[in-house]
């Protein structure tokens, strides 16, 4: 049993089979991309919500210092470039990962990497949607013509938000409001939330809300990649264009307006407030891998794709460099934290003409990235298919578009139904720990076959040095390093010392006595408020400084448990990097004694360590994806792989 789990398969019989056509169904895909197309791909699955919504969040929480963030995740993808880069060259067929995996690690390994993949692909592309679904409603509702009398074409709220953000908006503001808060000083998506919830027409005590633009979207990208791949390519090829000109328009006309004062302080919050754009800014490169489930429509994929790999990894880092740059110096970093953070700060400098501009080019850009990757997935599972994993339709060539045409459809399928219901910051770090495994899977594959002498090369291979004379000293420095300049966040996290809550937690998780009472304590203090004026709790207590916030909160009568974090409840969220710090442990063992590629262990830790960044609960939701997966995979591929049926009738 253990034996049949794990079977591979061979280089030699996937290129075999390859070569003589895959599956029942008589048609293969068409060859029609070179470096170019593919560079222009990685671009157009890179350069989009990450550029034009989450470096704003980003910015603000590790200031102007976020580009070394940036520059971090792009070394990190890169050392996992040269992996996919060099398995591409081995095995160029579509399947990317899941392919990788097949020969590297077996069957089982493979199926649950497919399933993530989908994480990847379609549950990413959920998260595209809404953003492009944020933009084009803005889009709309700047539209101003006068002559036709229209000023502004306004979708209502509960169209254009999920029912999860809608719901939690408007309990949030409840609570805000109850704690003293005026609404009106409510930021701006809490307010917008709790009029969709408000405002939404209900069956009985339903409220229907929906991401309608999203839904809309998604069709039309669908029908696009169904059509065929010529058409792809050059829509994205046109899309890439729009976005590149845009990008350098701004950086253009942006750098003229640049205060170096706003670039002091460079990193305001620190490391920690860095390294909380990690999942963020992990989005933003999302994509690049993308390239490698169309190995089998590239002309010469074994030269071409790891040259259109790389190459857009560098030309996206530097533009993003550049726009964190600008950005920053623009405005004030702690300003940055707005869903379209380009289009902002150019209303700020008044420069409306501009503003408009970019919210155009932000509903193309955006569409580009929903194109590759609705492009990706249905080669995924196409690749599954043919090895016996999942149905037969699953691996059918349409005769005259010569696109997977079932897995297309069924893609559509599975990313606009949850589009209209599901919360971004969910599907957001869902699709992360769902890449990064993937990621994680494909450098630890390289160094499986690293040593293997009877696997058959590509052109292509990761350049060798000795990890062994690197990476134990890397660790050691580190732990040093970490002890020296941050001996009391190391000592907190291994002894796990009580962590005090956040003001607006703290307010937000009282029951209506404990508030009172909250109040109540609040007004025996320096505060006094006027006759008829409503106390803002929240607001209160977040002004005041660390030190008096942790004193107010230890002299509360409100029960600890509500005052701080403490034991099962925050060592859970320690449990992610404590399997890092192991596996770390583990993977230098092996470089001592196996004298591993650094390259590909640099990929390996360094995306493990951004997986770890996500936290717990991503954790358990990937956890319970993969259990869902794996009931899949024992209730029909186990019985239907191919690969099994023919080491059968060998037997």
């Not at 998604?218 to 390519?233: F, H, N, P």
Request: aromatic share 12%.
């Amino acid at each position: 049993m253990f034996e049949k789990l794990f079977r591979k398969k061979s280089i030699s019989k996937i290129l075999e089979d390859a070569e003589k056509g895959h599956g029942e169904h008589g048609d293969s895909l068409q060859k029609t991309l070179g470096v170019r197309d593919l560079t222009a791909f990685g671009i157009a699955a890179i350069i989009g919500a990450g550029i034009f919504s989450t470096i704003g969040k980003a910015s603000a929480d590790g200031g102007p210092a976020v580009i070394f963030l940036f520059i971090f995740t792009a070394i990190a993808c890169s050392f996992a470039a040269f992996a996919y880069a060099e398995f591409a060259s081995m095995v160029p067929v579509s399947g990317s990962a899941y392919t990788y995996s097949y020969v590297a690690f077996g069957e089982l390994v493979a199926w649950i990497i497919g399933w993530s993949l989908i994480m990847e692909y379609s549950i990413g592309n959920i998260t595209v949607a809404i953003s492009w679904s944020d933009y084009f409603t803005g889009l709309l509702s700047s539209i101003n013509i006068p002559a036709l009398g229209i000023k502004g074409i306004h979708v209502p709220d509960w169209a254009t938000m999920d029912y999860l953000s809608a719901y939690n908006g408007h309990k949030h503001a409840e609570a805000l409001v109850n704690a003293g808060k005026n609404f009106a000083n409510l930021d701006e998506a809490t307010k917008l939330a709790n009029n969709a919830w408000i405002t939404a027409p209900k069956i009985g005590n339903f409220h229907i809300v929906a991401d309608i633009p999203a839904l809309g979207i998604i069709i039309l990208i669908t029908w696009l990649i169904y059509r065929g791949m010529k058409e792809s390519r050059n829509a994205s090829n046109a899309m890439v264009v729009v976005k590149l000109a845009v990008i350098l328009l701004v950086l253009s006309v942006g750098i003229f307006y640049v205060d170096t004062a706003n670039w002091d302080p460079f990193a305001p919050n620190g490391v920690s407030g860095v390294l909380k754009g990690v999942s963020a800014v992990f989005f933003a490169y999302i994509g690049f891998d993308a390239i490698s489930t169309t190995a089998e429509e590239c002309k010469n994929p074994q030269r071409d794709l790891p040259r259109g790999m790389m190459w857009a990894i560098i030309i996206c880092t530097i533009l993003y460099v550049a726009i964190a740059l600008v950005l920053t110096g623009i405005v004030n970093y702690s300003l940055l934290a707005v869903g379209d953070p380009l289009a902002f700060v150019f209303d700020h400098i008044n420069l409306k003409l501009m503003s408009g501009i970019i919210a155009v080019s932000a509903v193309f850009a955006m569409a580009s990235v929903l194109l590759v990757f609705q492009m990706g997935q249905p080669r995924i599972w196409m690749s599954m298919s043919r090895d016996g994993l999942l149905p037969k339709s699953f691996s059918k060539i349409h005769p005259v578009y010569k696109t997977p045409s079932f897995a297309t459809i069924v893609v559509g399928f599975v990313v606009a139904i949850p589009s209209l219901f599901m919360n971004l910051t969910i599907v957001t770090d869902l699709c992360s720990i769902g890449t990064l495994f993937a990621f994680v899977l494909v450098c630890a594959g390289v160094l499986v076959l690293q040593n293997k002498p009877n696997i058959q090369r590509g052109k292509f291979k990761t350049p060798y040095v000795n990890s062994k004379y690197i990476i134990p000293f890397a660790l050691i420095a580190a732990l040093i390093f970490g002890f020296t300049n941050y001996k009391q966040e190391m000592n907190s996290f291994i002894f796990n010392t009580p962590k005090i809550v956040e003001p607006v937690h703290f307010i937000t998780s009282l029951n209506g006595k404990e508030l009172e009472s909250v109040k109540e304590e609040i007004n025996n203090g320096p505060l006094k408020v006027a006759p008829g004026q409503t106390l803002d709790a929240a607001g209160y207590l977040a002004e005041l400084s660390e030190t008096q916030y942790k004193q107010f909160v230890d002299q509360s009568a409100v029960s600890l448990e509500k005052k701080y974090e403490e034991g099962w409840s925050l060592f859970k969220h320690k449990i992610p990097m404590w399997i890092f710090f192991m596996i770390c442990l583990v993977i230098t063992y092996f470089c001592i004694t196996k004298n591993l590629s650094l390259i590909p262990v640099l990929g390996l830790m360094s995306c493990l360590y951004m997986m770890c960044e996500l936290g717990i609960s991503n954790w358990i939701g990937f956890g319970i994806w993969l259990a869902i997966g794996l009931v899949v995979y024992f209730l029909y591929g186990y019985r239907h792989s191919k690969l099994g049926k023919e080491s059968m009738a060998i037997s």
